[in-house]
């Protein structure tokens, strides 16, 4: 009797035993999957940190045709705003004359971007500028201003060519200056060396014939003239209405009396940055809000 009893309470000890083992069990698959899924939610919590440009800072350098100043300062805040690995250098506004020879003298630029398709011919045959990266960028008018208070008004080539007023243009090294030459070439008022007359001269190294024109180094000096009283008209883009102070448009220059106004790009041979270089120049003419500011400004695509 009393061995029944001792297996009887052996076998009820051994059932408590197990549940409790069953028990502790649970207990830790809850407490871990409890704590696996605080893990997981802990992970889910943190923070991703942004990520790094990939581009390292780079510094362009442009050369520029002065008629271009305003819209390229424009142009250039507005590139840094997406692209902000990207500043530029002290970029240079000259007569595209004067940036071929500061090319010349060793100056060293990313970007070269004239006024003329000649001066541009000029930096490949000097082996300033990359001819494979070369392309029109934009084009321009040629119009005749006067001082903004003047009672000037509908001046035309032929009232320049008679003498009829005084005149300020850009000299050799200035392609509005030598737009105006071509164009005055039409009416005998300019010698081209080359006999040819309009589109087909050089509008350089020639004489006038008749008048004697006021010669600057830049278009921002041939309105200045014209905006200050020193001359009745002067021949400029019609982009530089727009640029300087003080003057009017008061004619335009027929375009067929003179080459077409080109503004062509390229990425200087010399450049150690010419991917970017050649980047931002297709941006300018791609990009909406770039086209706009062109616009704005008195440019159109070419």
């Keep these: 009797m009393k061995s029944k ?3 009887l309470l052996l076998g009820l000890i051994s059932l408590v035993l197990a549940g409790s083992f069953a028990l502790f069990g649970c207990s830790s698959d809850d407490n871990n999957n409890t704590g696996e899924q605080q893990s997981s939610n802990n992970e889910e919590q943190t923070p991703t940190p942004a990520p790094e440009s990939s581009n390292d800072p780079v510094e362009l350098q442009i050369f520029a045709a002065n008629s271009l100043t305003m819209a390229m300062d424009e142009i250039q805040e507005l590139y840094k705003k997406d692209h902000d690995w990207v500043s530029f250098a002290d970029t240079q506004y000259k007569s595209s ?4 020879e500061m090319l010349g003298a060793g100056s060293s630029a990313d970007i070269l971007i004239t006024a003329s398709k000649g001066t541009m011919d000029t ?7 990359d001819e494979s990266s070369r392309f029109d960028m934009f084009t321009n008018d040629l119009v005749i201003v006067a001082n903004e208070n003047s009672d000037l008004t509908d001046v035309t080539l032929e009232d320049i060519a008679n003498g009829t007023y005084s005149v300020a243009v850009g000299d050799d090294s200035v392609p509005a200056g030598n737009y105006a030459a071509q164009a005055l070439s039409t009416l005998g008022a300019y010698d081209d060396p080359s006999g040819n007359e309009g589109s087909e001269a050089d509008g350089k190294e020639g004489d006038y014939v008749g008048i004697s024109p006021q010669l600057q ?8 003239l014209a905006a200050s009283d020193e001359v009745d008209v002067a021949i400029v883009y019609s982009s530089d209405v727009q640029r300087f102070e003080g003057v009017k448009q008061v004619g335009v220059i027929p375009d067929d009396t003179h080459k077409p106004i080109i503004y062509p790009g390229a990425v200087c ?7 970017e270089a050649q980047a931002f120049l297709d941006w300018c003419v ?3 809000d770039a086209i706009k500011i062109w616009q704005e400004w008195g440019f159109t695509l070419a």
């Design 5 to 7: 009893s001792r297996v």
């Design 97 to 100: 004359g004067e940036l071929n």
């Design 123 to 129: 930096a490949v045959d000097e082996g300033y500028v």
């Design 217 to 224: 180094t830049s278009v921002g000096n041939v309105c200045q």
């Design 269 to 275: 041979v010399d450049s150690e940055l010419s991917d």
């Design 286 to 288: 791609s990009d909406p």
